[in-house]
């Protein structure tokens, strides 16, 4: 008897047991199927297969349908899948539904290949004249086949093609997938650093290594890619890029699909659900040669796999924190080392955990330590702003510098991680501040939309026209983006100034304008959040103004440092490329804080060697690994008795620490109460087994009604 093992997207962090249907083959691992599951009839994913079940026979039932033909992932990736559930203590249900399309987890078909047009030749001479609209796609076609979704065909090709197919003067059959795919366009001549990065990836084709490839912004990481990329296509193999965020760096997709001239599928969120699928299926079948995709593309099948790229590694978008909360890059890694492929991690600011791995032989390391011709790097200084106060943010130093840059032509970057107008408001009569009434937090004016809202849970109200309490004027306290471009337009009057931000590019395509604007040169001053930090290329930007440099300082989070350094490092990153030389200010008022001096004086590297070194006398990761169970409920005092009644009922191995029950550092967020238990060891076995014990329990204990709760492996932060 043959019992199929599946993963139902159901909150039970376990396989069900169901037979195989009552006519047909039992349904290979891979495949989706149709189960009875309660009352409803889910769409399961077979994981498994297995000789015989926990469950008394009787209580197992066969799947209602099979709904592919075929399996959908290979048993490499159904072995990531498993993983990634046990690793991130989640249910495989979950994870399925993750790595799996819309459209699929819902039980639509796999679609059809797409259809192909091609001609055969080029349209006689005669039939210009006779029939010029069949001419005219044919002259379209001899230039090379087309797929029957591109949307750049002209109206109504279909008939015509139809017509020329009745002919025999063209083809239409399913898309095939290449066998292999060359390059269109050579790319610069790779430096020394740039060809040994390429040699070393290329060599390990067809085994795993893992890569870390640190070097500057503009060092040429993404040559290296492309070149790679190249080598692994000619031989007919797959690339899959991991990006943080498509929506931000529609460069990277045209640099690769310009340079390499073969089909690259996108795979993010931004897609519609159908054209998300197409990508997916043309990813899995091999017709698309590259795949570039954001967190959850890591899971996405691939015909033939050659090579796996992880771009600006360091990222936090790769991760994420909702639903099943993982990290893009680690499974990358592991699926690199499941499928034996080589995994490139690049970045001009490593996380510390891809740093230390380097450091200890686990990654290879390859480092581009110069930008390529005449670019150089920028000078950076401080500004005190002990010594220089800044008004709505500006202080005398920066709008000098500003002035001299825009003179010369220069562009201008001001870097400021907060939108809205003030981060604050408050009555400077009797104290009164405006909180959000879900959470511990302010709300942030946004004075164009004359409304207060909240950063953290979403909530939004009027802008009361005095202070409830007394009566008096109400006052912005610190600034924001909008705030800071109200007043650059006063001091540079007639001056060209773009916002980018989370506010500024609601609209679809407002990234594309705004990002474009300023690559043109129309744009003289952009002013933005982190949005703006991501691996643009901005060759006229010859000034970059860090805003203020201190939110990061003093975080109470351990990585609080780490993050600042990375986010200063990217942004001065922009100024100064192509053969500019740039200026970086950064505004602080702490010009003397450790941090701050050795970025300055050492760089990236130095700043990170030390903070490498604290972390390890502290015991912090990378040099012990961290787990969180969070807790929240509608009621105080609910998810810290769950998480202490928790704590009382497990043990856990002795190698591992278990700190708290604490309140979470945001005690009350979107009208919940969180609180949080941390879990610590230098050991990850010890540290599972401690996460299993905790799931096991919870669901027995009194205090978990009414609770929420959710185990966090790997936390980015601790908030
Ligand atoms: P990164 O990805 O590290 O930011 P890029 O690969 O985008 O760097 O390179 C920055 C710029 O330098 C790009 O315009 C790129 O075309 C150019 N470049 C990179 N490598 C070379 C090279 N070997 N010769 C000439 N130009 C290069
Ligand atoms: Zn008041
Ligand atoms: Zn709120």
């Known amino acids: 008897m043959t019992i199929l093992r599946v993963a139902v997207d159901a909150p039970l962090d376990t396989l069900f047991d169901y037979l195989a249907p009552a006519a047909g083959p039992a349904p290979a691992p891979g495949t989706r199927v149709r189960v009875p599951f309660g009352r409803r009839r889910p769409v399961g994913l077979v994981m498994a297969h297995a000789p015989s079940s926990d469950l008394p026979p009787e209580r197992l039932k066969p799947v209602q349908e099979t709904l592919d033909e075929a399996p959908l992932f290979d048993p490499g990736l159904l072995q990531l899948l498993a993983w990634t559930a046990r690793y991130y203590h989640e249910p495989p249900g979950s994870v399925a539904a993750t790595a ?58 279909r008939a015509t093609a139809a017509r020329l197919a009745a002919r025999g003067l063209v083809d239409i059959e399913p898309e095939p997938a290449a066998a292999s795919w060359d390059m269109a366009n050579p790319g610069p001549e790779l430096n020394a650093a740039q060809a040994d990065a390429v040699a070393d990836v290329l060599a390990s084709l067809g085994s795993f290594s893992a890569r870390l490839l640190f070097g500057v912004t503009g060092s040429g990481k993404t040559e290296v890619y492309l070149a790679a990329a190249a080598e692994c296509l000619r031989r007919g193999l797959q690339v899959l890029v991991l990006v943080p965020e498509i929506g931000l760096t529609p460069q990277l997709v045209q640099r690769f699909s310009a340079r390499l001239g073969v089909p690259v599928a996108t795979l993010h969120s931004g897609l519609g659900a159908s054209a998300r699928l197409a990508a997916w299926a043309d990813a899995r079948a091999g017709r698309a040669a590259v795949v570039i995709g954001t967190r959850s593309a890591a899971f996405v099948p ?161 802008l009361p026209p005095a202070c409830p309490d007394c009566g008096a004027d109400l006052r912005p306290a610190g600034e924001g983006t909008e705030r800071l471009e109200e007043a650059l337009v006063r001091r540079f009057p007639g ?91 950064v505004q602080t008022a702490y010009p003397e804080h450790p941090l701050l001096r050795r970025l300055l004086e050492g760089g990236y590297e130095a700043f990170a060697e030390a903070t490498l070194e604290e972390r390890r006398a502290a015991g912090w990761p990378p040099y012990s690994h961290l787990a969180l169970l969070r807790a929240e409920a509608d009621r105080p005092q609910r998810a810290m008795a769950f998480l202490a009644a928790l704590r009382d009922a497990v043990r856990v191995p002795r190698t591992v620490t278990v700190l708290g029950p604490a309140p979470a550092p945001m005690e009350k967020r979107g009208g919940r109460w969180r609180a949080q238990l941390l879990l610590q060891s230098a050991a990850r076995p010890a540290l599972h087994r401690a996460l299993d014990a905790c799931s096991d329990a919870a669901p027995g204990l009194a205090e978990s009604r009414g609770v929420r709760w959710f185990i966090e492996v790997d936390p980015q932060d601790l908030f």
């Open 100 to 157: 799996l399309p819309a459209p699929l987890r819902q039980g639509r078909p796999l679609p059809e290949p797409p259809l192909r047009v091609s001609a055969r030749g080029p349209a006689p001479d005669a039939m210009t004249r006779r029939a010029p609209k069949q001419a005219a796609l044919l002259d379209l076609l001899s230039a090379g086949p087309r797929r029957a979704d591109d949307p750049t065909l002209p109206a109504g090709w």
């Open 302 to 462: 691939l015909a033939r796999p050659g090579l796996i790229i992880v771009d600006e590694e360091h990222d936090p978008s790769l991760r994420q924190h909702e639903g099943l909360r993982y990290s893009g890059r680690d499974v990358a890694v592991m699926r690199a080392s499941i499928s034996r492929i080589p995994v490139v991690l690049g970045s001009a600011t490593p996380a510390l955990e891809s740093l230390r791995h380097a450091r200890e032989g686990r990654y290879a390391l390859a480092r581009l330590p110069e930008r390529p011709g005449a670019a150089r790097h920028p000078a950076v200084r401080l500004v005190d702003l002990r010594r220089h106060p800044a008004s709505e943010g500006l202080s005398g130093p920066l709008l000098r510098a500003m002035a001299q840059h825009l003179e010369k032509d220069g562009q201008v970057l001001l870097f400021l991680n907060r939108r809205g107008f003030a981060p604050a408001l408050f009555c400077a009569s009797c104290g009164w501040t405006a909180d959000c009434r879900h959470c511990d937090a302010r709300y942030t004016w946004h004075r164009r939309a004359a409304r207060l809202r909240c950063h953290h849970c979403g909530h939004e109200t009027a």
């Open 495 to 585: 001056v060209a100034l773009a916002r980018i931000d989370r506010d500024s590019t609601r609209r679809q395509g407002a990234v594309d304008r705004i990002l474009d604007d300023v690559r043109d040169g129309r744009t003289r001053i952009l002013v933005g959040t982190q949005m703006m930090a991501k691996g643009h290329d901005f060759p006229g930007v010859t000034l970059v103004g860090i805003i203020n440099a201190d939110q990061g300082l003093f975080g109470t989070d351990f990585r609080a440092s780490e993050r600042l350094a990375q986010t200063l490092v990217q942004v001065a990153g922009r100024a100064g490329r192509a053969d500019r030389p740039g200026e970086v200010l």
